[in-house]
């Protein structure tokens, strides 16, 4: 077959297989793994030179540890340090003596299980972040907890992949005769690069960059990180290890987000490429001929990498519910590991049937991750939230004057400025990990949902002055404004709307003040843009002013027709057209104003 006809088969498989994986939230890297396994030896056998594609689809991991290099600037290492040294190093290192001492126990050589130990301890860094993204969880504290340890996990892979050829015994290991002559030379280059591409590269790439031509920058960015690979795999040490030190010489240089921008492209696809690549090598008849023993494994990985996570994480700090989210989300295998058994199976530690039998063991648990994420939210909404009400609902403090339902990023800053003044409150909020991580600032605010009407009495809503109803979800906020106007008529509300037709439904609950959460940081950007643009400061406030006061008006005008799409359009055309009328009328008085206060001259008595 043609690397014409190979190339169109690899395009068609991801372009069907990632987009519907993505759709089912089972993430782009199982979509490029079922890939694999389809076109590969095991089912359709489209193509079957595996070898020879994963030698070149390793090319994606080169790039993506460069990638990764780039990120890494010293500043944002200092800032999460003892997260990633800290929580990672006592993840993968208990990880790692765990299941390789269990290796070790079946009958393995201590090298084999070293390997193994380490390369089940990564997690996937491209699964879990995406997952997290799309769950919006990872500004949590147990988000960025992954984050530090998937961290540190991508950077142990790099001595790791170093380590690798001293550990061989085979005829792979033949290069490695004198291993203090192979570590001085490997010393010496590292070196040579870290000094030597200070100076150079960054010299090399201005000249480069004043070109202006884009795909000669490009190119020369390939070419620096090919060739650095090239100079460590000349002295025995990997790819990934020269390209990872190429992408922290130039973190922090000017060209930093352009070399990232031109090698992302290459990235994304080498790397799906290299997923590809291994799915296509997951040999499926081991499933057929020991499925107890690859479920079984499967099932155990998951199991104990998870435990050992939530036990990590709960001596760090982190509440029951964090640690259990944690463990669900880094308990599966990673994309490394692929690499770390490909190349100790080339290097003949491991027999091939093993390297199979944990590329399946791998492959598999990285499948069952959204499942597992599932079970651990079943499992939170069944455990958590009763606990928490046990620990948070119940309010014995005196009646305050204000009651502040959604104790987030708006509602604490409300909080705060009553602080200020000393005026107390109550705070309210139905996230049990937010109430546990304010409560560790020292902010007093209880769990629960403020729809609830037995939670508003216990706060002594009756009793209340004001209710500031801050709550994020609008169907939320809604229920809690219908329950205080069913029950505490007099209560005086004042709310957050999030968008305009949030706030129509609050006007409809006759809330005494709506205020859109982004109106006026949008009005004062706007003024901004305009003084930016030479508006005259008067000229611009003037402008905002007029529209502010104009959007208000009508917010109440087309409240009345919200309900009426027709009616609402026309509305809102008309509101435009007054609002333009009006302006140009402002400017008419200016410009008479001028007129009236100009200097006498001479001409004028003519």
Same mark, same amino acid.
């Given at each position: 077959?043609?690397?014409?006809?190979?190339?169109? *088969?690899?395009?068609?498989?991801?372009?069907?297989?990632?987009?519907?994986?993505?759709?089912?939230?089972?993430?782009?890297?199982?979509?490029?793994?079922?890939?694999?396994?389809?076109?590969?030896?095991?089912?359709?056998?489209?193509?079957?030179?595996?070898?020879?594609?994963?030698?070149?689809?390793?090319?994606?991991?080169?790039?993506?540890?460069?990638?990764?290099?780039?990120?890494?600037?010293?500043?944002?290492?200092?800032?999460?340090?003892? /997260?990633?040294?800290?929580?990672?190093?006592?993840?993968?290192? +208990?990880?790692?003596?765990?299941?390789?001492? *269990?290796?070790?126990?079946?009958?393995?050589?201590?090298?084999?299980?070293?390997?193994?130990?380490?390369?089940?301890?990564?997690?996937?860094?491209?699964?879990?972040?995406?997952?997290?993204?799309?769950?919006?969880? $990872?500004?949590?504290?147990?988000?960025?907890?992954?984050?530090?340890?998937?961290?540190?996990?991508?950077?142990?892979?790099?001595?790791?992949?170093?380590?690798?050829?001293?550990?061989?015994?085979? %005829?792979?290991?033949?290069?490695?005769?004198?291993?203090?002559?192979?570590?001085?030379?490997?010393?010496?280059? *590292?070196?040579?690069?870290?000094?030597?591409?200070?100076?150079?590269?960054?010299?090399?790439?201005?000249?480069?960059?004043?070109?202006?031509?884009?795909?000669? &920058? =490009?190119?020369?960015?390939?070419?620096?990180?090919?060739?650095?690979?090239?100079?460590?795999?000349?002295?025995?040490?990997?790819?990934?290890?020269?390209? #990872?030190?190429?992408?922290?010489?130039?973190?922090?240089?000017?060209?930093?987000?352009?070399?990232?921008?031109?090698?992302?492209?290459?990235?994304?696809?080498?790397?799906?490429? &290299?997923?590809?690549?291994?799915?296509?090598?997951?040999?499926?008849?081991?499933?057929?001929?020991?499925? $107890?023993?690859?479920?079984?494994?499967?099932?155990?990985?998951?199991?104990?990498?998870?435990?050992?996570?939530?036990? *990590?994480?709960?001596?760090?700090?982190?509440?029951?519910?964090?640690?259990?989210?944690?463990?669900?989300?880094?308990?599966?295998?990673?994309?490394?590991?692929?690499?770390?058994?490909?190349?100790?199976?080339?290097?003949?530690?491991?027999?091939?049937?093993?390297?199979?039998?944990?590329?399946?063991?791998?492959?598999?648990?990285?499948?069952?991750?959204? #499942? !597992?994420?599932?079970?651990?939210?079943?499992?939170?909404?069944?455990?958590?939230? %009763?606990?928490?009400?046990?620990?948070?609902?119940?309010?014995?403090?005196?009646?305050? %004057?204000?009651?502040?339902?959604?104790?987030?990023? !708006?509602?604490?800053? !409300?909080?705060?400025?009553?602080?200020?003044?000393?005026?107390?409150?109550?705070?309210?909020?139905?996230?049990?990990?937010?109430?546990? =991580?304010?409560?560790?600032?020292?902010?007093?605010?209880?769990?629960?949902?403020?729809?609830?009407?037995?939670?508003?009495?216990?706060?002594?809503?009756?009793?209340?002055?004001?209710?500031?109803?801050?709550?994020?979800?609008?169907?939320?906020?809604?229920?809690?404004?219908?329950?205080?106007?069913?029950? &505490?008529?007099?209560?005086?509300?004042? +709310?957050?709307?999030?968008?305009?037709?949030?706030?129509?439904?609050?006007?409809?609950?006759?809330?005494?003040?709506?205020?859109?959460?982004?109106?006026?940081?949008?009005?004062?950007?706007?003024?901004?843009?305009?003084?930016?643009?030479?508006?005259?400061?008067?000229?611009?406030?003037?402008?905002?002013?007029? #529209?502010?006061?104009?959007?208000?008006?009508?917010?109440?005008?087309?409240?009345?027709?919200?309900?009426?799409?027709?009616?609402?359009?026309?509305? !809102?055309?008309?509101?435009?057209?007054?609002?333009?009328?009006?302006?140009?009328?402002?400017?008419?008085?200016?410009?008479?104003?001028?007129?009236?206060?100009?200097?006498?001259?001479? /001409?004028?008595?003519?």
């Amino acid at each position: 077959m043609s690397l014409l006809s190979e190339t169109a *088969i690899f395009l068609g498989a991801a372009v069907l297989a990632v987009p519907l994986f993505r759709r089912l939230k089972l993430g782009a890297v199982l979509g490029y793994l079922a890939a694999g396994v389809v076109i590969g030896p095991s089912v359709l056998r489209l193509v079957t030179e595996v070898d020879n594609i994963l030698s070149f689809a390793e090319l994606g991991v080169v790039l993506l540890l460069f990638v990764i290099g780039l990120e890494l600037q010293p500043s944002r290492l200092w800032v999460l340090r003892r /997260s990633v040294f800290g929580l990672g190093s006592a993840q993968v290192i +208990a990880t790692a003596v765990v299941l390789g001492a *269990i290796a070790v126990a079946i009958g393995m050589n201590w090298q084999a299980g070293l390997v193994l130990g380490f390369g089940l301890a990564m997690s996937s860094t491209a699964f879990v972040l995406q997952v997290l993204a799309e769950r919006r969880e $990872l500004t949590t504290r147990y988000g960025r907890s992954a984050f530090a340890i998937l961290l540190f996990q991508d950077l142990s892979v790099i001595p790791l992949l170093a380590l690798i050829p001293l550990l061989a015994s085979g %005829p792979a290991h033949a290069e490695v005769q004198n291993p203090w002559l192979a570590a001085a030379k490997a010393i010496g280059v *590292i070196l040579a690069v870290i000094f030597g591409g200070r100076i150079l590269l960054r010299k090399v790439l201005d000249v480069i960059a004043r070109t202006a031509l884009e795909e000669i &920058f =490009t190119a020369a960015a390939l070419l620096v990180i090919i060739g650095v690979a090239l100079l460590m795999t000349a002295v025995g040490l990997s790819m990934s290890l020269g390209a #990872f030190l190429a992408g922290v010489l130039l973190a922090d240089s000017e060209y930093r987000h352009e070399l990232e921008a031109a090698i992302e492209p290459f990235k994304g696809l080498l790397l799906g490429l &290299f997923f590809i690549s291994v799915g296509m090598s997951a040999d499926l008849s081991v499933i057929a001929r020991e499925p $107890l023993l690859i479920v079984g494994a499967v099932i155990a990985l998951l199991t104990i990498k998870a435990l050992i996570v939530f036990a *990590i994480a709960r001596l760090a700090g982190h509440s029951s519910h964090s640690a259990r989210n944690l463990a669900a989300a880094l308990a599966q295998g990673g994309e490394f590991a692929f690499v770390l058994f490909t190349l100790a199976g080339n290097y003949k530690i491991m027999d091939a049937p093993l390297v199979d039998r944990l590329i399946v063991i791998v492959t598999l648990s990285m499948a069952a991750t959204p #499942f !597992v994420l599932k079970l651990n939210d079943a499992l939170n909404r069944w455990l958590i939230k %009763p606990r928490a009400r046990e620990r948070y609902d119940e309010i014995n403090d005196e009646a305050t %004057p204000v009651i502040i339902a959604g104790f987030g990023r !708006v509602g604490q800053i !409300v909080g705060r400025i009553l602080n200020l003044k000393k005026i107390p409150y109550t705070a309210l909020d139905r996230n049990a990990e937010q109430v546990e =991580t304010v409560r560790r600032f020292g902010r007093k605010v209880y769990y629960g949902d403020a729809s609830r009407l037995d939670l508003l009495r216990a706060a002594k809503a009756d009793q209340a002055k004001l209710f500031v109803l801050a709550i994020d979800d609008v169907e939320a906020s809604l229920r809690t404004a219908e329950t205080l106007r069913r029950h &505490f008529p007099d209560l005086k509300i004042y +709310a957050r709307a999030r968008n305009r037709f949030h706030a129509y439904r609050l006007m409809d609950l006759n809330c005494e003040l709506i205020e859109r959460e982004t109106l006026q940081s949008s009005l004062y950007l706007a003024k901004q843009v305009l003084i930016a643009l030479d508006v005259p400061a008067w000229d611009a406030e003037t402008t905002v002013s007029r #529209f502010q006061v104009h959007d208000e008006k009508n917010l109440a005008r087309q409240h009345a027709v919200y309900h009426d799409e027709t009616q609402l359009i026309q509305t !809102v055309k008309d509101a435009a057209r007054e609002l333009e009328g009006l302006l140009e009328q402002d400017r008419e008085e200016a410009s008479e104003i001028d007129a009236s206060s100009a200097p006498f001259s001479p /001409s004028d008595v003519r």
